[in-house]
């Protein structure tokens, strides 16, 4: 069985410009959450969604946004880009969210010039 | 605020000896918690959980421990190998919040042949 996909592995970006990493997820696993993880503020969620709605958000500026598609697959997109922004984009599926397993991606390295 | 800490940034082992990573939490609505090890650039790799009704959790070499009363969960590797070396996190997450995640900060494993 494939893993998490993500996709592209590395991006480089200029600030104001606007981003959108893709995720698929692991076949069958219907819950898919965003996780930005930096040298300084560490692993940190961003988002969740499960059968195409949001169901956790974190604590990030609605710059960060996202969606499900009715595959599983999901989208996130950062508008205006910053400095700060500059970060691995972590994706994440389970089968439904509850007590299991949370299957990781390898990243998106997103740079901002 | 924190809410689950590694007060370790690092921790160095003997080929052939026990690994003991600590982990600390203060949100008493975590009720799952699980570790998982991660090398640069890569998304993280589940190693084991544990659920809040169990004081304890094993899987081949890895065993986790959960200590409720004080808010305190560790991970054992025995025997520990120089695969092993890698970043170590722990997360926890809260009864209905899906696969909202706080993890740690991190305790980087170095395993000496």
């Known amino acids: 069985k494939a893993g998490v996909t993500q996709t592209p592995r590395y991006l480089i970006k200029t600030r104001g410009q606007q981003v959108t990493l893709s995720c698929s997820p692991i076949?069958?696993?219907?819950?898919v959450s965003w996780y930005q993880q930096t040298p300084g503020q560490g692993l940190q969620f961003l988002f969740e969604?499960?059968?195409?709605?949001?169901?956790n958000k974190g604590n990030f500026p609605g710059r960060f946004s996202g969606r499900q598609f009715s595959n599983s697959r999901s989208e996130m997109n950062v508008s205006t880009l910053e400095l700060g922004d500059s970060a691995l984009y972590l994706c994440a599926s389970s089968l439904t969210g509850g007590y299991e397993k949370l299957f990781f991606g390898s990243g998106t390295q997103l740079s901002v010039l | 605020d924190q809410q689950v800490k590694q007060n370790s940034p690092s921790l160095s082992v003997q080929e052939g000896r026990i690994s003991i990573l600590n982990c600390d939490y203060t949100n008493s609505m975590f009720d799952y918690f699980l570790w998982y090890k991660k090398y640069p650039a890569e998304g993280p790799t589940f190693l084991i959980s544990?659920?809040?009704?169990?004081d304890k959790n094993e899987d081949g070499r890895f065993t986790v421990f959960l200590n409720k009363s004080a808010k305190h969960l560790s991970l054992h590797i025995v025997p520990s190998q120089p695969g092993d070396s890698a970043v170590y996190f722990c997360?926890?997450?809260?009864?209905?919040?899906?696969?909202?995640?706080?993890f740690g900060g991190g305790t980087r494993l170095m395993v000496k042949p």
């Open positions: 997360a926890a997450r809260s009864s209905g919040a899906g696969n909202m995640l706080t």
């Open positions: 076949s069958g696993h219907r819950s």
């Open positions: 969604y499960f059968s195409e709605t949001q169901r």
């Open positions: 544990i659920s809040s009704i169990k």
